[in-house]
């Protein structure tokens, strides 16, 4: 009996006299019948008007007896399940495992996980509402929530808050201890020494601006309110700027960059922060994904509508199977390596160049190195003459 199917939208008008497998008595034309206020038509009427209702919910609603025999759903709660005979007549615990029975006493709503009827593993919250009616009648309904999304984003945000916090600890101990050896080390320090603790600071410090900055565009680039305006910039300028964040920290590893730009680059429609913004992340990455002392080539490349940036390194590269998610929030490639990030560089850098209407992209080999290219529009013909140079980062 128990996996006899039910009419699809099928619920316990208002007992659950007519539990399936006949263990609490009732029928429900007696229950019905016996409340004696409304004339069999009206009563119908008023029923198939309910059941329209309990159909139109998106929400999959189960009903069950007092001893937690399923004996009605609708539609919503089928297509959760897949099929009627998975819900029929069950025990409630078989399908929601970690429902609560009516007869127990819980503390509000329960939450689980389990897989649907596709195997897609779904985040779920129920409500059960216990009806009474009279002594040892009555009938609970469940309704089940699907929070999937909600509890996705909790991960993220718990993720968020555990990376930010880590990445903040390194930096502000390295603050710390410098400005404790300027405190009380400062008359014995020769200017080398000077030198050498302040530029660990402001090293450290710009790690900690280029982080803030990360999850200030990570959030209005996420929540859809990010602009950009973009104006005609020099590419010079952009890769100034973007040297004067990620050049110290090269240098500190003993990197050499290359910049190749052509003599006769054109300006690009860019608004300079962001633009600065994505080949900073790109640099830093060619930077700390990279050995000690590897060469990083910057490659401008422009044709006739669009001007491509490519950052190539010589680092361990990635492998094919581990590029998809790389634009996504929070992805980092599993590694031996311990370079600090939060796994925003890359995911950032794609929401600001398709604000542009440009595009990004990687290409990488195990052993090979990494080149990861973006593209901007271009402005004019008669850009800034810069020349092909080849610096040290510092610039
Ligand atoms: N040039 C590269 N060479 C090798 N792996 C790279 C390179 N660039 C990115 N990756 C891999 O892609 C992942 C995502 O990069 P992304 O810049 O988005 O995050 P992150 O560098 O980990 O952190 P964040 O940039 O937020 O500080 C990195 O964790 C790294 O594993
Ligand atoms: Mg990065």
Redesign the pocket.
């Known amino acids: 009996m128990p996996d006899e199917p039910a009419p699809v939208g099928w619920l316990v008008p208002r007992s659950a006299g007519a539990a399936p497998d006949g263990n609490s008595g009732q029928d429900e034309e007696q229950v019905a019948g016996g409340q004696g206020l409304l004339a069999p038509r009206a009563l119908a009427s008023q029923e198939a008007h309910r059941r329209e209702l309990l159909e139109a919910i998106r929400t999959p609603i189960v009903t069950t007896t007092l001893s937690g025999r399923i004996t009605g759903f609708n539609a919503a709660a089928i297509a959760l399940f897949g099929s009627p005979a998975r819900l029929y007549g069950r025990g409630i615990r078989d399908v929601l495992p970690f429902a609560a029975e009516p007869h127990e006493p819980t503390s509000g709503d329960v939450q689980g996980r389990l897989a649907d009827a596709t195997g897609r593993t779904v985040d779920l919250e129920i409500s059960r509402t216990v009806m009474h009616e009279g002594a040892d009648q009555g009938y609970a309904v469940y309704v089940v929530h699907d929070i999937s999304r909600h509890a996705e984003v909790n991960r993220l945000r718990e993720q968020l808050l555990y990376s930010v916090a880590h ?1 903040l600890r390194g930096p502000l101990m390295v603050l710390d201890n410098a400005l404790e050896i300027l405190d009380t080390e400062y008359p014995r320090l020769t200017s080398e020494e000077h030198a050498h603790v302040l530029g660990t600071a402001r090293r450290t410090a710009r790690r900690m601006r280029t ?1 803030m900055e ?1 999850l200030l565009s990570a959030g209005s680039i996420q929540s859809g309110h990010f602009v950009v305006a973009p104006r005609k910039t020099s590419i010079q300028a952009i890769i100034d700027d973007a040297l004067e964040i990620v050049g110290p920290a090269m240098r500190a590893r003993g990197q050499r960059l290359e910049i190749d730009v052509p003599a006769n680059a054109p300006r690009v429609m860019a608004d300079q922060r962001y633009a600065r913004q994505v080949l900073t ?1 790109l640099l ?3 930077s ?3 050995p000690e002392d590897s060469m990083i080539r910057l490659v401008v490349h422009p044709n006739s509508r669009l001007v491509r940036f490519s950052v190539e ?1 010589q ?4 492998a094919p199977e581990q590029q998809a998610g ?1 634009f996504e929030r929070f ?3 599993r ?1 031996d390596s311990d ?9 950032i850098a794609k929401g600001i160049v398709e604000a542009h209407g440009g595009s990004i992209g990687i290409d ?1 080999q195990v052993g090979n190195g ?1 080149r ?1 290219w973006f593209t901007l529009q271009s402005a004019t013909r008669q850009g800034r003459a810069a020349g092909h140079v080849s610096a040290d980062p510092a610039g």
């Not at 680092?315 to 990635?318: A, V, Y």
């Not at 370079?339 to 995911?347: D, S």
């Open positions: 990445e982080l990360d992340n830093a990455n060619a700390k994904y990279s390194d680092g361990p590269g990635i790389l992805y980092r490639v590694t370079a600090p990030g939060v796994g925003l560089g890359l995911a990488s990494t990861v």
